[in-house]
């Protein structure tokens, strides 16, 4: 049996097809500029020799609508699926479940309700999530849709972590709190450190480091979440490739009085125009890498600024879990930069964490890859997130308990 993976954005549906019998993803794909005169459509699969073929063209995708029908027949078309009925389930990406949704759940029309109510919450996520959803459930009208958040796996926050120290109704009646978001790929890398530390998920003490373009960090007691870096929004905490992360709050208040910016701009400058990009010109650690090995002052000092984050977020969660089994490096940064994940290491070596220089050089495949010493008392791990598998897995498993 099958199980497809959806991420629909405004203006774009990405995909995976995974075999569940041994979940390898026999299919991957995106359509892109969904509403305008030139779309996009790109697909990856396995053909029946094992043997990856590409395809795309740039036919106009009108709606999300055409987008799913597109996928399907694409899909069929090039004979990785064959009958609906080979699907068992498909499952959703969606960035913000608000505070309800702790485990990913079977859509049905209260599902869909709660999910528009949560929109003010993911204004730019959710609508597009919305789509895709109801055009699929309308297209495989027989297979069952399930919805995993991205939110979900920080749900287990105390709220000591998860509440702002701001007037209450604010939360009561308008649910600011922090929510936190990559979680999906905080659990995949969290199981996955489990299975390296050859213990149960249940006794692990993890710090695990989501660093792509956005970045966010998990305190991880006991394999459950106790804190994270993301707020109520993905702006806040590390440092990211356009987001500032963490700053004085009183600063989008000076913004507005002594340069007189609105709502929009302000918040144009904080996630599109800051983070790496904002500090030295570019927002791609690669190149920000290169700068600063050339004496780029600029690239010396936002590739600084990064790591020195990324320290006081170690700190601050090896604080709060009082002991750590492992740091766990994933996301384009964190499995790519030996740069950042030495940099967000070095001096730590009084709190039993020493990295290996050599094995830190080194390149991660799927199994992982240890970058710490042999002596070090924290392991460090860097592990290559795969959240597709982990949504398609959750979102077996979800049907399958419904069932039983
Ligand atoms: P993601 O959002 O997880 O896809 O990560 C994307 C980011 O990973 C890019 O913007 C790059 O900054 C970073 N990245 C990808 N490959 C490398 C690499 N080889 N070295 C350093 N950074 C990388």
Not at 268 to 291: A, F, K, P, T, W
Request: with cysteine; net charge negative.
């Amino acid at each position: 049996m099958k199980v497809l993976v959806l991420n629909s954005g405004s203006s774009s549906i990405k995909y995976q097809l995974f075999r569940s019998e041994d979940w390898t993803a026999i299919a991957s794909g995106m359509v892109a500029r969904i509403g305008e005169t030139e779309g996009e459509m790109r697909l990856e699969w396995l053909d029946a020799d094992g043997v990856m073929q590409r395809d795309q063209n740039d036919l106009a995708v009108p709606s999300h609508q055409e987008g799913i029908d597109f996928i399907v027949e694409t899909l069929q078309s090039h004979g990785v699926l064959g009958d609906v009925s080979e699907l068992s389930a498909i499952g959703h990406r969606v960035v913000h479940g608000g505070p309800h949704f702790k485990h990913p759940v079977i859509v049905d029309a209260d599902v869909l309700a709660e999910l528009h109510e949560v929109i003010p919450l993911a204004p730019l996520h959710n609508p597009g999530h919305l789509a895709g959803i109801e055009v699929s459930r309308k297209h495989f009208p027989s297979v069952p849709s399930v919805v995993v958040f991205d939110t979900a796996f920080h749900q287990t926050m105390p709220p000591t972590a998860y509440r702002y120290a701001i007037p209450e109704y604010l939360y009561t009646e308008h649910r600011i709190r922090r929510y936190g978001f990559h979680g999906t790929s905080h659990h995949y890398v969290a199981k996955r450190a489990a299975e390296l530390l050859d213990k149960p998920l249940e006794q692990c003490n993890l710090i695990t480091m989501h660093l792509g373009n956005g970045a966010s960090a998990s305190a991880i007691r006991n394999g459950r979440c106790v804190d994270t870096s993301m707020g109520l929004t993905p702006l806040e905490g590390l440092m990211m490739g356009t987001r500032c992360g963490d700053m004085d709050p009183a600063v989008p208040i000076y913004l507005s009085k002594h340069l007189g910016l609105n709502a929009e701009a302000i918040d144009h400058m904080l996630n599109r125009q800051s983070g790496l990009l904002g500090i030295c010109g570019v927002n791609d650690m690669r190149e920000v890498v290169r700068l600063a090995e050339r004496g780029n002052e600029r690239a010396e000092l936002a590739l600084g600024m990064m790591t020195h984050r990324l320290k006081k977020y170690i700190g601050a969660y090896y604080a709060e879990l009082g002991a750590v089994d492992a740091i766990v490096f994933t996301g384009g940064i964190g499995e790519n930069s030996a740069e950042v994940r030495a940099g967000a290491c070095a001096g730590l070596e009084a709190l039993g964490i020493e990295l290996d220089a050599a094995a830190n050089a080194g390149r991660a495949d799927e199994a992982g890859l240890c970058i710490s010493t042999a002596e070090s008392r924290v392991q460090l791990w860097v592990i290559p997130t795969n959240e597709e598998l982990e949504i398609a897995q959750q979102t077996l498993a979800t049907v399958e308990r419904k069932r039983r």
